[in-house]
Nanobody
Framework: VQLQASGGGLVQDGGSLRLSCVASGRTFAGYTVGWFRQAPGKERESVSAIRWNGGNTRSADSVKGRFTISKDNAKNTVFLQMNDLKPEDTAVYYC??????????????????WGQGTQVTVSS
């Protein structure tokens, strides 16, 4: 099942966006859902993750205090609220799911359900 990320766009330095991630016809129960991003010429990196059962979260140091991951159980949706965006946040943002142990959730190789992603562009 592919996940669908949406909500990207073009914003100015300091702006905000909220990304959404849904899995059509499937619940996230039992999974960890992660947000990753990939800029041109760079490796895919973990941004944030949330465990659906329990709500544990983690975020990369580069986005702490600016990005917040959350979920809506009723809508089976994971959100990434991104505030104070910087040009270095420019990338394609993807969401994916995993059942891997928490200590491994930053490694994209354990995830599946990658969709096409959503482009976030921050202008200076």
């Amino acid at each position: 099942v592919q996940l669908q990320a949406s909500g990207g766009g073009l914003v100015q330095d300091g702006g905000s966006l909220r990304l959404s991630c849904v899995a059509s016809g499937r619940t996230f129960a039992g999974y960890t859902v992660g947000w990753f991003r990939q800029a041109p010429g760079k490796e895919r990196e973990s941004v944030s993750a949330i465990r659906w059962n329990g709500g544990n979260t983690r975020s990369a140091d580069s986005v702490k205090g600016r990005f917040t991951i959350s979920k809506d159980n009723a809508k089976n949706t994971v959100f990434l609220q991104m505030n104070d965006l910087k040009p270095e946040d420019t990338a394609v943002y993807y969401c994916a799911k995993t059942r891997i142990v928490w200590s491994e959730i930053t490694n994209h190789k354990w995830y599946d359900g990658w969709g096409q992603g959503t482009q976030v562009t921050v202008s200076s």
